[in-house]
């Protein structure tokens, strides 16, 4: 083997490598989004209707846990509060 073609090789390993991550991380970024299908369209804790505006898809929140398969849905209120509970839990 030549240096040319142990340098072909490498190139095509390192190609191989690249795709299969890219792969790798389309197929958990597809199986995500299908679990926003399942999304209700009430804050998962106070049962607040979601607007379909555009500030409410930059306040609101959305969490994921792709291996239970759930999708839950925070408005900015019960953000605030979980935030303020956590930040009370630490101080004690």
């Known amino acids: 083997m030549d240096k040319r073609h142990k340098k072909k090789?490498?190139?095509a390993a390192k190609?191989?490598?690249e795709k299969l991550a890219i792969q790798s991380t389309q197929a958990k970024l597809?199986?995500?989004i299908g679990l926003f299908t399942q999304?209700?369209?009430k804050c998962s804790t106070c049962q607040k209707a979601f607007p379909k505006t555009r500030d409410a898809h930059a306040t609101w929140r959305v969490a994921v846990k792709?291996?239970?398969q759930k999708v839950w849905l925070f408005c900015p209120d019960c953000q605030?509060?979980?935030k303020d509970m956590a930040e009370d839990t630490n101080e004690v």
């Open 39 to 41: 999304m209700g369209n």
């Open 66 to 68: 792709t291996k239970q």
């Open 9 to 11: 090789l490498k190139r």
């Open 15 to 17: 190609k191989k490598k």
């Open 80 to 82: 605030r509060k979980a």
């Open 30 to 32: 597809n199986k995500q």
